[in-house]
């Protein structure tokens, strides 16, 4: 072969080489792209379902923190400064939706009253986390606020529900005998969530409420229901005073702590 031909060849040979390599690299580009991708889409259905799964939480907590005012005057809220709120999410709403600072609340979501004994979240003065009970063990309060119920509408027997409420407020006095405990109504919800399902119903609520009311009589306990001011024609709470159709948002949370202030513990 003469030395021009095998030029050629090498040049040839080379060119071939550099074609496989790049083709090869552009395989795994494109690998690495679709790859890329299926992760993204992936990843975006994961972000979207814990969004559903907590919606009813974060719709809420979005619409109550951006009001900044409080109901009622700085010496009105004063009433609420040696005040305790115990309860579950829609206590937690009030806090936020009124920028209450000078209680304590003691509130989680999903919180209710056959958890509150071992749920151990709740900052203690002496330092650490522990139960409602451990925190009133440390710290004193002259009043105490309670809502529960609805974590508990599912519940099969109502007089369990009763019961076990009868039971945290009994613990309570045991506790700190000279408190005055308010026990708050279970709020209506909206009638389009009331007619989504069979749990989240007013017409459960309204039969729970009486039964609620009557322990609270029995146990010397205050018992409001501030779902006075805010039911619609219909005993509902209006479509525009919840997010989610549960949770209040910062007006209405705002018609809570005016009620509150209103039914004051005579001496």
Partial sequence: MKRGELVI?????????????????????????????????VSEESEESVVIESELSSEAVSEVVSSG??????????????AVFIGDSRMQGLQ?????????????????????????IF??????TGTVYQVLQEQSFGKAYLMFGVNELGWIYPEV?????????QQIKALQPNIVIYVNAILPVTASKSSDGDVYTNEKINAWN????????????????????????????????????????AEYCQKWLAYILDHKAVS
């Fill in 9 to 41: 060849a090498v040049v040839l040979l080379a060119a071939i080489i550099v074609v496989i390599i790049f083709r090869d690299k552009i395989d795994l580009y494109t690998y690495f792209e679709s790859s890329s991708e299926i992760l993204s889409e």
């Fill in 69 to 82: 005012e409080t109901s009622g005057s700085e010496g009105e809220n004063s009433y609420l400064n040696d």
């Fill in 123 to 128: 900052p203690l003065p002496s330092g650490g």
């Fill in 96 to 120: 936020l939706g009124t920028g209450l600072t000078n209680a304590t609340f003691l509130a989680e979501r999903g919180l209710s009253v056959d958890k509150l004994e071992d749920t151990a």
């Fill in 161 to 169: 529900f009763i019961e076990d409420f009868r039971e945290i407020v």
């Fill in 210 to 249: 009486p039964m609620l009311r009557q322990m609270a009589e029995e146990e010397g306990c205050i018992f409001l229901d501030a779902g006075e001011v805010m039911r619609d024609e219909t005993g509902a709470l209006p479509e525009e005073a919840a997010t989610d159709g549960v949770h209040l948002t």
